[in-house]
DNA sequence: GCAAACTCACGCGTTTTCGCATGTGTCGGG
DNA sequence: CCCGACACATGCGAAAACGCGTGAGTTTGC
């Protein structure tokens, strides 16, 4: 085999400073966490290693890295330079963990997926309990937040996201359409159909910009009642019958205590979207939690619409 | 100090796979020489670690990434994305290495200079000896190659190139203007001077395409008697008398036996040139051979010429 | 105003890693 | 044919790295 893969004609002899690749590590979550004990735990190891290898890094460029103040480390300017090329260091390191990931076919290891909170509740949480046992050697972990984690750096493999495109560097598929309806207590709905013009009271998210225009044609005599920023409070609130709610079909169906108000007919909303990085869209893992929830949309399309 | 400097928002959970940096260096070394001790050697480790590094990486990664050959390691394709990736992380590396090395102002620490073999021993020997005793605190490094090396990868830190132009990445400036003239023994000199319609016999590089067009008019009867591909072999050729030879005029002139032969004038030849990376020009150490240089050519300028 | 929680520094015992030495297999030249 | 050069595998002792525990200083909150 004397045919030598040759990334590089001639191998570069570094003088001087001869530095470990694990050390720019420590240097660079000691700056993105500011103190020794933070920065060892993301990295999973004790403090003091942290410790040493900041040292040897400073030790090694001549320089100090950081300042050393009484509640922690600050970074200084050369310390800044190093961060940052150990973060392009780390990127491809990531970029190579998801083509690794994405040539993967095997059906065991670790899959992350992520998806809003109740979507997961209302009606994920049954196919992703069916793929689960289908899998029993893929490690599955579920992430419930409405953040939009950030799959370039595999914070998930895959997301389910209720928005109108993948994005721009993502891959995706549309699982499917969604409307979005009025809903309130049986109570509630009741006394507005007895009386259309009786007032209504709306409970909204902040985002809302207020009570849906088409609903003030027939039920004019509107107020908003109350503001809120979470969602599961919204709903709460709609079950304690504080006032009528918009919400996703899929939600206010699923919802005990909430039907759906005739206010007006339920209108259009933000698809439901399945996206990854183009690199893991073709795994093994990623692939068949994407089929699993394809079938599961197809035979559910009526939940959302 | 609340307030944490955060290079990216949020911090990735990276599951599985957590693995070591400087394994991934162990993977690209080893692809590049292909045996474990020779990617030991180049390392600065032991080819037993080489070894386990690899192994590591494989148990990381769950594929095997070379295979076991009798004479080496062959990279296979999974490797060989390991290792495209290491490179990109290896180029990080390197660039943060000039960053450091353009920042530090301090004449110590070490020094590598490239330049012509002849160049260094015909003229730069004095000046570079100069640099030598006025910084004993450097540690400089003379690599006497006529390979480019490569500036970018930081095989040197500065470079002293007879060419046309700095190339496209690299900052530059001009040394010297240079010309080349005829050379040979004096008794060949003579021979020609006496008879100008004999036979002039050439000893020449290959690269060169034949004797100076200029010359066949005074002399038309003119013949390669010699092609060599190495400039040392050319000097002994043509002080053994074998031929006339056409030489940058610092050659010719420094060469013991050689004189000019006035087949015809000088003409201009390639000039020289001080070229760096960007990132490290200003540092100090380069800045201070820099200036020798120039200070050296100012004062030496009609050696070239 | 004082305790709890937080930061880091230092020293020690343990674990891991490393380098060396030895053994095996293969290839090529005398 | 055998011997040396070169490839790697394996096992062991030394060295380096690591984690833990302690102690000092500062901020935070009751």
Known sequence: MRKRVSLHPAHAILH??????????????LVRHGTLAAAGSALGVAYTTVARR???????????????LTDGYRVTEAGREVAYHAEQMEQQHIALERRLAGQDQHLRGSLTV???????????????GAFADAHPDVDLTIRATNDLLDLNRREADLAIRVSN???????????????????????????????PAA?????????????????LASHPNA???????????????????????????????????????????????????????????????????????????RENRDQFT
Chains 1, 2 share one sequence.
């Open 223 to 297: 107020r908003v009642k109350l503001w809120l920023d979470d969602m599961v409070a919204i709903l709460g609130a709609a079950q304690a019958g504080l006032g009528v709610v918009r919400l996703p079909m899929f939600l206010g169906r699923s919802t005990p205590g909430l039907v759906q108000v005739p206010i007006l007919p339920p209108q259009p909303y933000i698809p439901i979207w399945c996206v990854a990085h183009r690199d893991v869209w073709k795994g093994g893992k990623v692939r068949a939690f994407r089929e699993a929830l394809v079938a599961y949309f």
């Open 114 to 128: 992520t998806a809003p909170q109740l979507l997961i509740a209302a009606c994920l949480a049954k196919p992703i």
């Open 165 to 195: 495109d993948p994005g721009d560097t993502l891959t995706g598929l549309r699982l499917a359409e969604q409307a979005q309806a009025s809903f309130a207590t049986p109570d509630l709905a009741n006394r507005i159909a007895a009386d």
């Open 54 to 68: 900041v040292e040897r890094m400073e030790k090694a460029v001549g320089t100090p890295l950081f300042e050393r």
């Open 199 to 215: 007032c209504v009271e709306w409970v909204m998210h902040v985002s809302a910009k207020g009570p849906p225009k088409p609903s």
């Open 16 to 29: 001087g400073m001869e530095s470990n690749w694990d050390d720019l590590k420590a240097v660079l979550f």
